[in-house]
């Protein structure tokens, strides 16, 4: 089903992203009813947050680097490594249960190119990122202020929006702002090296 709606979007991945994609879901459902890490747990439900999390490399720059703010069970950051295991990426998530779900599927998949940090993302220093996204964590002008000791003049942003995306992005003033809206509720919040 994963590949069959994946297909359809024009979106091609190898047979060991499929098989990883396989293992996430059964490993998110094992943990999930324990330590209630997403709403939920049901096989259609897990397939439509994967297609949501990976939907975005349709239209963004390739990247070398890329944070994820509040991964939570691995939506978008988890999924966008999988599907790019040559690009380094930096999962950052405050929550202990979640980490510890996080660096196990890390282990499990063998995905080298994952980091895991538990921290709030100001907490986070020394770093610099291709791309900074995030998933229903807080409002955009604060995700800016938050990861701005993060970026470069090259940094990209993907914040994945929902029905508030045109109001933040008034809010938060920014003038570089592509949105691309799936579906009735999301939008993906894209920015890409110009000035923020």
């Not at 459902?29 to 997403?38: E, R």
């Not at 993302?121 to 998933?135: H, N, P």
Request: aromatic share 10%; charged share 30%; proline share 2%.
């Amino acid at each position: 089903m994963l590949k069959e709606k994946l297909t359809a979007l024009d979106l091609h991945f190898d047979d060991l992203f499929y098989e990883r994609c396989e293992k996430y879901i059964a490993l998110l459902q094992q943990w999930g009813k324990i330590h209630n890490l997403t709403a939920s747990l049901k096989d259609e439900e897990i397939i439509n947050n994967i297609v949501d999390s990976v939907y975005p490399l349709k239209f963004i720059d390739s990247f070398e680097s890329l944070a994820d703010v509040g991964t939570g069970a691995g939506y978008p950051g988890m999924l966008l490594a999988i599907a790019r295991p040559e690009s380094k990426v930096v999962l950052v998530e405050p929550r202990a249960k979640r980490v510890a779900f996080l660096n196990f599927v890390k282990s499990v998949l063998k995905l080298e190119n994952v980091s895991i940090e538990q921290k709030r993302i100001e907490q986070l220093q020394d770093y610099r990122f291709d791309i900074i996204t995030s998933r229903a964590v807080t409002n955009t002008t604060l995700l800016l202020e938050l990861t701005s000791h993060l970026k470069d003049e090259n940094t990209q942003y993907l914040f994945y929006k929902g029905s508030l995306c045109e109001e933040e992005i008034k809010d938060a003033n920014v003038k570089n702002a592509k949105v691309f809206k799936v579906g009735e509720h999301r939008n993906y919040l894209y920015m890409n090296n110009e000035e923020k």
